[in-house]
Nanobody, 122 residues
C-alpha cells in the first residue's frame, strides 16, 4: 500500500504563506486519486482539495482563491501552496490517497499521512 509523508507545516503570522509537501512511496500518475484535508481539535476532518489521478485539482470552498495544489510526478510529491493564511487556517493538515476506482465506490481515502501542523497567529 502507498505510504504518505507530509512536511512543511510551521507557525506563521496572518497574511503569510506556506508550502506543504506530501511525498508518496509510489508513483501516483494514473494510479491514485489524492486529497488534502485539515482538522482542528473537536471538529471533523475537512477535505479542502481533491486531486484526480492526472493531477487535476478541485478546490472546496475553504481553499478557493488562496490555496493551490500541484504535483511533481517525477518526485512522487504533492504540494499545497497556501497564501494569505488566516488564524482560521490553523489546523493539522493531511494528505490522503486511494485507487480511483476504490475512491469512486466509497467516497473515502484508505491511505493517510500523519499530518503536519500549521499555526497562524493574528
Amino acid at each position: 500500500q502507498v505510504q504518505l509523508t507530509e512536511s512543511g507545516g510551521s507557525s506563521v503570522q496572518a497574511g503569510g504563506s506556506l508550502r506543504l509537501s506530501c511525498v508518496t512511496s509510489e508513483y501516483t500518475y494514473d494510479q491514485y486519486s489524492m486529497g488534502w484535508f485539515r482538522q482542528t481539535p473537536g471538529k471533523e476532518r475537512e477535505e479542502i482539495v481533491f486531486i484526480n489521478m492526472y493531477g487535476i485539482a478541485t478546490y472546496r470552498d475553504a481553499a478557493k482563491g488562496r490555496f493551490t495544489a500541484s504535483q511533481d510526478f517525477a518526485k512522487n510529491t504533492l504540494y499545497l501552496q497556501m497564501d494569505n493564511l488566516q488564524p482560521d487556517d490553523t489546523a493539522m493538515y493531511y494528505c490522503a490517497a486511494d485507487r480511483p476506482e476504490r475512491y469512486r465506490a466509497t467516497g473515502r481515502f484508505r491511505y493517510w499521512g500523519r499530518g503536519t501542523q500549521v499555526s497562524v497567529s493574528s
